[in-house]
């Protein structure tokens, strides 16, 4: 059986070959995040509690929305630098390289120096709506978070360089590790003090990432990518305009991921309050590993096809959109498994702490059965860098997603409301991605189809 296996694994173009081995590797790697990030739950929830769990995760949503001023640059950079690969031009890729580099270190740079400013200014009582935490307490946690979200979106470039190079389980592996390192600290933390702290809990979570990519950055670019290490005599600013031109596509796409993902949670705590926030989450991060297992096999993808497209391989195209079309329906079947043991799932994991109405995981099933349908199409879309549609209906989906959200939390519903908006736009994700890349696959592609 092992045998078969194997043969099957090397089977095939060496594209293909290169994307099962990685896929293979990152389901040990993910596997470990998705068993830490369980882990994690019931004990910050022993740590803190139900309303404090809810300030953190509102507030580091609330912070990721910094990382969306990167302008699209990463993306930008792990297209270009696949196409420089493929076309076999080291020194480009060594300057597309350094000149990322140089962008994100001005751009979070000046970002880090504005949040230095403003964020003492700030009424994070408000903003967080609690008075559970002291005013000047939150305004550090939030400054805390703020600054390591910064270092960490710039050393987070070297994830883009292992994707361009379709290392994806060597980049997926970083964040596990921090998460075992962060859990480990944690389980100390939770033995040898009586009262949790958000604000030491916030320094141990948020810096987690910044100490393993800046471990990783240093030993990749020292031994294995020497050759393609960023240095400043490599800085080459007329190439800005040729990772910022995808980029900016990217950026507005990511907009639209702002505001309709990220502000979920801070909607909940100004409507319903931080407590709510912890039960949507939960059932949020329980759904969310389909999701991830998905993203798994998804995770090779992307560069794959921007390698195929450069080298005119439509026949791989096709053929590979298909197979994952069919994992995508296994996925959303093992879904609907995962609804119907939900209250096993969450009486064994959280245990009575917080209580999880049924209609809010039958609504994140449905909005994870869209996640995963779609995720074929937009890692094609993405790979490909065809993404003015995307773009036009960013400001649409916006829309559509605070009309709704808003609307129906206010309503009986609840956080059920925010699943719903968020169904919404997933579906209308997934009619315009199918008619677009079966188009773009076919040759048939015209006008804003092929933009």
Not at 49 to 59: M, S
Not at 133 to 161: D, H, P, S, W, Y
Not at 279 to 298: L, R, T
Request: glycine share 6%; net charge positive; hydrophobic share 55%.
């Amino acid at each position: 059986m092992i045998n078969k296996i194997i043969k099957h694994i090397n089977k095939g173009q060496k594209r293909s070959v290169k994307a099962k081995k990685n896929i293979l590797y990152s389901f040990g790697i993910k596997g470990v995040s998705i068993l830490t990030a369980l882990i994690y739950v019931p004990i910050l929830l022993d740590y803190l509690d139900q309303e404090r769990y809810g300030i953190w995760l509102t507030l580091a949503s609330i912070i990721q929305w910094v990382g969306y001023f990167d302008l699209g640059l990463g993306h930008g950079l792990r297209n270009r630098l696949t196409e420089s690969i493929a076309n076999g031009t080291s020194l480009l890729s060594r300057k597309l390289i350094s000149t990322t580099y140089a962008l994100f270190i001005l751009i979070f740079g000046a970002i880090l120096i504005l949040i230095s400013l403003i964020f003492p200014f700030l009424d994070w009582t408000k903003i967080l709506n609690t008075d559970v935490i002291a005013k000047q307490e939150l305004m550090i946690i939030a400054l805390v978070v703020g600054v390591n979200f910064c270092f960490r979106f710039v050393l987070n470039i070297i994830t883009k360089v292992l994707f361009a190079f379709q290392r994806p389980a060597i980049a997926n592996l970083f964040e596990p590790l921090g998460q075992v390192l962060a859990l480990i600290v944690i389980l100390i933390l939770v033995n040898v003090t009586e009262k949790g702290s958000l604000l030491i809990l916030s320094i141990i979570l948020s810096s987690k990432s910044v100490i393993v990519l800046s471990i990783a950055t240093f030993f990749l670019f020292k031994k294995k990518y020497k050759d393609y290490k960023p240095s400043l005599s490599f800085v080459d600013f007329t190439l800005v305009k040729n990772i910022l031109g995808l980029g900016v596509r990217f950026f507005y796409g990511q907009l639209g991921g702002l505001f309709v993902f990220s502000s979920a949670n801070f909607i909940i705590t100004q409507i319903l309050g931080p407590a709510e926030v912890t039960s949507y989450q939960i059932a949020y991060k329980y759904f969310s590993i389909a999701i991830m297992v998905s993203a798994i096999v998804m995770s090779p993808i992307w560069s794959a096809v921007t390698d195929a497209f450069t080298l005119n391989d439509y026949n791989w195209l096709k053929k590979t959109l298909k197979t994952l079309i069919i994992i995508s329906v296994v996925f959303a079947f093992g879904i609907i498994v995962m609804l119907l043991i939900s209250p096993f799932a969450y009486e064994l994991w959280v245990g009575d702490r917080v209580v999880i109405p049924w209609d809010l995981s039958v609504s994140l099933a449905i909005f994870s059965i869209l996640t995963v349908v779609l995720t074929p199409f937009t890692n094609f879309i993405n790979g490909l860098g065809k993404l003015k549609l995307g773009n036009l209906i960013v400001l649409p989906r916006i829309i559509l997603f605070l009309i709704i959200a808003i609307g129906l939390t206010k309503t009986s519903l609840g956080s059920v409301g925010i699943v719903i908006a968020l169904c919404f736009t997933q579906a209308l994700g997934l009619v315009l991605g199918v008619i677009q890349v079966n188009k773009l696959l076919n040759r048939k592609a015209i006008g804003i189809w092929n933009k």
